[in-house]
């Protein structure tokens, strides 16, 4: 197991983070696709797209705790998490949400929440790409002791 110091010293693994981010939000949209487009029910149609919604609210989380950076992703993934609530809520609302896209009342809600939910995500995601130029500019501060006393050692970007 690598040390919390020891991973500070590495620059996050981009390439993987994003590659995990993207599949985090892509196999759940694929598989609630395919449950939606194949339920016969309401409820099994609504499961297939908080299935997929889900996916959308956890890839930008995903991708910024890959590259060690929690706060940022929870920051990224609050928006599509918020969204995935409002689709929630309309779906509470009326549970034929998918049925009664003809009607505007409905169909501008539903678009709009999914329209967020996708830009959000894959802003999150994008912004992963990101991580290895933060990481190269950040500002290390390192405690030195010596014989003759000690002292702290500032290095990076300031």
């Given at each position: ?16 983070a994003i590659a995990v981010g993207v599949a985090t939000a892509l196999v759940p949209l694929a598989v609630g696709s395919m449950i939606v487009a194949g339920a016969e029910t309401d409820r099994s ?114």
């Open positions: 197991m690598v040390s919390q110091a020891a991973r500070a010293e590495e620059a996050p693994p981009v390439g993987v149609r609504n499961g297939g797209l908080l299935l997929a919604m889900n996916g959308l609210a956890l890839a930008p989380v995903m991708t910024h705790l890959i590259e060690g950076e929690r706060g940022r992703g929870l920051v990224f993934g609050a928006v599509p998490f918020a969204a995935m609530v409002a689709m929630a809520a309309l779906m509470l609302d009326r549970p034929q949400v998918i049925n009664d896209l003809g009607f505007p009342s409905v169909r501008l809600p539903f678009g709009a929440i999914l329209i967020v939910a996708v830009l959000a995500s894959g802003g999150g995601i994008a912004d992963g790409f990101l991580a290895g130029e933060r990481w190269r500019k950040r500002v290390n501060v390192m405690p030195v002791a010596l014989p003759g006393g000690g002292g702290i050692v500032i290095g990076g970007s300031l």
